[in-house]
């Protein structure tokens, strides 16, 4: 009998409990969706008090998965209406086109949330209430409304409203592939998804990111609204799956490579948020914030993409200290930067950039689209040469208060040694396939002074100027024939710079050029002595002589580099964003005077080759500078070298003026296309053996008697 | 404290007793509720719709269970039925299910499938009551309905001008009454809270998201054979919260007996 009692209590005090803490009720019923009477927050009935009626209904179910009861939004969604981006396109994805109305139709769990989040449905247009049937149009539970509603109409006003068009919103209806890969020349991307069923459907504790049938199970379901948010379940706010913080939520599916150790995933630093975007970003620090900082799964001013703003503004993000806008600080600013005079065209030039364009540089895949092409896709984002799932500020490349590395080597040129520049894609004519992206072999570069025809895509740029390659070269400025430069002279921008097909200059093959594809004892062309002395070169380029590389950013940066500006081309006061302690050329400060060959020039620290070569410096390096006859005469720099001095046909950056149609000359190597006076050069066995016959000039009579044949072609 | 044993039976066999007597003529009992489907005058009683004493059937279902208790109809089991699924769903009745017998019990009536035939064919008539006076009886229409009737037709139909004019404002109110929709397929219950589901499998495949049962019950609620039925939820004597529900569902507190949402 004891028992029995026993057993009698424990029944009692089991009905008791039952009574007092009713299961599972801390968890809808006090979350905004508990639409009843008894719900804490604004949208709700005023005399309803079920809960689940709202949705849900156990008999006579309208689409009956899961047992639904709320009238269907019967929105058309169609193409144009959904997300959509040639990022997926690219990737082979099959973007859908409608969201399904049927239990078995990719979309349709979505359409259920939506059938109160797109606005067009009442909330409270259940199809039965309690075995009344409804009349279709009037919700039978005619009283649900507050904050965010219009007639009872969820409405734009409130932060759950969603519309109609859906083209800001994360894609839904769409199957989740993670095999998808993209194929560079070299190297191969995927499209970063996760790949493991377990982590995409973990086990419980419920809730749980989760795909959706009706197709392919765990792995290759479909994404729909449900995948992210539970509407049981609101323990991570926003009826989230999973926290938002640190991306949690986000990274369960996009594993992007690199992620882990990039500045933006790492960085402890206090994030400021200066709103704007309906929707704060998460967290106290970078690291918090994670993909939120820059991305918003709804309604987010950038498309596609998914960004808080559009395009660049998602990097300065408005006046945030934290982030990259002229409030930050000097090493993080560069909306102060690139908004200079001479810049690369971020700010000015928008709805061009689309993922992977360096795979389609003439557009047009998917229609449309944009390309790299000067002639109609001319841009310049800070995607092209950033890559921010990836990007570093370590390394840095240049300590604080400095133009240039401490040391230099041959692998200066490497991305390697710059963070801000890891995993960013690029082209090369030289890297051979499978090879390593840090060596462009000059054997697989076309013949000297001759355009680059075929550029290997690579993922991930190993050597720096691969990135500048994609905009400034042939890639994207079209086929130029025979000149580096003659298609594109129509192109200058509103500063009167011409562009210059880079990959034709900095060719190893040429016989002089600047060390951006390797060192100068690697250019196979180069009479020796290929590498100027140690002389000729002031620090850090005095050492390596011959096997030093550097970055195209060793002379094209920001005109406060060392003190105010963020370092890197971003934008600049000075023309070509030439940077250093000198940053004119050809001419002086004024833009208007040619520098010339006497001591004052010689020794002017704003003249830019003097940051690296020391032109004059007590004594002059060569013997044809220090020529009595040439400095009396007061000949200007570039009557003897090309104006643009990437690299040329001839040795030590000679520029030729004989034959017109020769390419080495035309116009802007041959400044104004009537400065240079050299019809013929060679080059001496050292900086002071030079005599008169190494130079065929109109100075120098007869030709006859000079280099003749044995000048370089 | 002692008692003997067969006090302890008495004891428990009274309040059965009482219970069974406050489930007919108790407030909120099915007398005069609409599963009374007895009429002023008729010579069917109030229980007779489903039980009987004597005689009862001892048809045992697809699941090994026989019908009761004491069952005065037979067993609907010439019909297959589409059973609810959703891709969400842990435990899946599977096609070609057959609700288990308890529920079968319910579904003879409320399937809307195997409608009077005018004799006793099919057997499980829905018409075809076992024992009525030591004898089958089949409710017919011959003799006119209801105003003649020694049963209630109206209890079920709102018109006898086809006889899938059953009666409107039950639960199901689309002018097609409370059965259920027949398709080609089978007797469709895909818009109908699972049955015949288990319930300890859906509770151990998403953890978190069901209460626990406690033997064969969750909270106040029946579980048979660990599996959810129409019982579960609904106890056809019982009209206090409407809809025969075990437990009123203000607040969702049925459902949320056993979701944890």
Request: charged share 15%.
């Amino acid at each position: 009998m004891k028992n029995f009692i026993k057993i009698s209590v424990l029944f009692v005090m089991l009905g008791i409990s039952a009574i007092c803490f009713p299961a599972g009720g801390q968890f809808i019923s006090n979350t905004k969706h508990n639409l009843s009477k008894s719900g804490s927050y604004s949208i709700k009935s005023g005399a309803e008090t079920e809960i689940c009626v709202f949705c849900h209904i156990p008999h006579g179910a309208k689409a009956a998965i899961p047992l639904w009861s709320q009238e269907m939004t019967t929105s058309s969604y169609t193409a144009g209406q959904l997300y959509d981006s040639d990022y997926l396109y690219r990737f082979g994805y099959t973007l859908p086109t409608t969201l399904g109305s049927l239990p078995n139709e990719a979309g349709y769990i979505s359409r259920l949330c939506l059938s109160c989040h797109d606005g067009t449905v009442a909330l409270g247009s259940v199809t039965m209430l309690r075995g009344i049937s409804a009349t279709p149009g009037t919700p039978i539970i005619g009283d649900v409304s507050g904050t965010g509603t219009t007639a009872h109409y969820l409405s734009a006003q409130s932060s759950a409203y969603i519309g109609t068009n859906l083209k800001d919103d994360h894609p839904i209806a769409i199957q989740y592939d993670a095999t998808k890969t993209k194929s560079f020349g070299s190297g191969t991307r995927t499209i970063e998804l996760n790949n493991s069923a377990p982590s995409i459907n973990p086990s419980p504790p419920y809730p749980r990111v989760q795909l959706h049938k009706p197709s392919g199970g765990n792995v290759q379901g479909h994404v729909e609204c449900t995948s992210c948010h539970d509407p049981h379940n609101d323990t991570n706010g926003q009826f989230l799956a999973a926290a938002k913080l640190n991306g949690t939520l986000c990274t369960t599916c996009h594993q992007k490579a690199g992620w882990g150790a990039s500045i933006h995933k790492t960085s402890g630093a206090a994030i400021n948020n200066p709103g704007g975007d309906n929707m704060t970003i998460p967290g106290n620090t970078l690291a918090e914030a994670a993909c939120l900082a820059c991305h918003k799964s709804h309604s987010g001013n950038g498309t596609p993409y998914l960004l808080r703003k559009i395009e660049e503004n998602s990097c300065f993000n408005g006046t945030s200290t934290s982030c990259h806008s002229s409030s930050a600080t000097t090493t993080k600013n560069i909306e102060s930067v690139i908004t200079k005079t001479y810049k690369h065209p971020a700010t000015t030039i928008g709805g061009v950039h689309t993922n992977l364009d360096v795979l389609y540089p003439t557009g047009g895949t998917p229609a449309g689209s944009k390309g790299l092409q000067w002639s109609d896709s001319k841009h310049s984002e800070c995607v092209d040469c950033h890559n921010p799932h990836k990007a570093s500020n370590t390394p840095a490349r240049l300590a604080g208060g400095s133009w240039y590395p401490a040391s230099v080597d041959s692998t200066s040129n490497q991305t390697a040694k710059s963070g801000a520049l890891i995993g960013v894609t690029g082209i090369d004519p030289g890297v051979s396939a499978g090879g390593s992206t840090t060596v462009s072999t000059p054997a697989s570069w076309p013949a000297k002074w001759t355009q680059v025809s075929t550029y290997r895509t690579l993922e991930s740029a190993g050597l720096e100027y691969q990135i500048c390659l994609k905009c400034h070269s042939s890639y994207a400025l079209g086929n130029a024939s025979s000149t580096p430069i003659s298609t594109y002279s129509s192109l200058s921008d509103p500063t009167n710079v011409y562009f210059t097909d880079v990959a034709w200059e900095i060719n190893p093959n040429n016989m002089s050029g600047h060390s951006l594809v390797t060192g100068l004892s690697n250019f196979p062309n180069a009479s020796a002595p290929k590498a100027l002395s140690a002389a000729q070169m002031k620090s850090p380029w005095n050492t390596s002589l011959g096997t030093q590389t550097m970055y195209c950013s060793d002379c094209h940066g920001a005109d406060a580099e060392t003190s105010t500006d963020t370092k890197g081309p971003h934008g600049s006061n000075r023309k070509f964003m030439l940077k250093g302690a000198g940053q004119y050329w050809p001419k002086k400060s004024d833009y208007a005077t040619y520098w010339r060959l006497n001591i004052t020039d010689g020794a002017d620290a704003n003249m830019f080759c003097n940051n690296c070569h020391p032109v004059y410096s007590g004594a002059w390096q060569n013997n044809v500078h220090s020529s009595a006859t040439h400095v009396a005469n007061n000949y200007a720099c570039v009557e003897c070298h090309v104006v643009v001095p990437h690299g040329t046909k001839r040795s030590r950056l000679i520029g030729y003026s004989y034959n017109v149609s020769d390419t080495a000359t035309i116009k802007p190597y041959n400044d104004n296309n009537s400065m240079i006076k050299i019809q013929g050069f060679k080059k001496a066995a050292g900086p002071t053996s030079y005599i008169k016959t190494d130079c065929v000039t109109t100075c120098h009579t007869p030709n006859g008697t000079n280099c003749g044949s044995s000048c370089d072609p | 404290m002692k008692v003997g044993a067969k006090k302890k039976i008495l004891i428990v066999g009274l309040m059965i007793l009482s219970m069974l007597a406050m489930a007919v003529v108790a407030q909120g009992g099915v007398l005069n509720s609409k599963h009374d489907l007895s009429k002023a005058g008729g010579t069917i009683g109030v229980c007779s719709f489903c039980h009987t004493p004597h005689q009862a059937s001892s048809v045992v279902g697809a699941d090994g269970v026989m019908v009761k208790p004491l069952w005065n109809r037979s067993l609907q089991s010439l019909n297959t039925y589409s059973m609810y699924d959703s891709p969400t769903l842990s435990a899946h009745p599977g096609a070609g299910t057959v609700p288990s017998t308890v529920s079968l019990m319910c579904l003879g009536c409320h399937d809307g499938i195997s409608s009077y035939a005018g004799s006793e064919s099919p057997a499980q008539s829905k018409h075809v009551l076992l024992n009525i006076g030591g004898s089958k009886f089949t409710m017919n229409i011959a003799g006119g309905y209801d105003a003649d009737s020694n049963v209630n037709c109206r209890g079920c139909h709102d018109s006898m001008a086809t006889n899938q004019n059953l009666k409107m404002g039950w639960w199901y109110n689309d002018g097609l009454g409370i059965y259920e929709k027949d398709t080609a397929s089978g007797i469709d219950l895909t818009d109908d809270h699972p049955i015949s589901v288990s319930y300890t499998a859906a509770a151990t495949a998403k953890a978190g998201q069901f209460v626990a049962a406690s033997g064969q019950l969750v909270g106040t609620l029946p579980l048979y054979n660990s599996k959810v039925e129409c019982a579960t939820c609904h106890d056809p004597h019982k009209t206090t919260n409407g809809y025969f529900l075990r437990t009123t569902n203000a607040g969702s507190a049925l459902c949320l007996t056993c979701h944890i949402k």
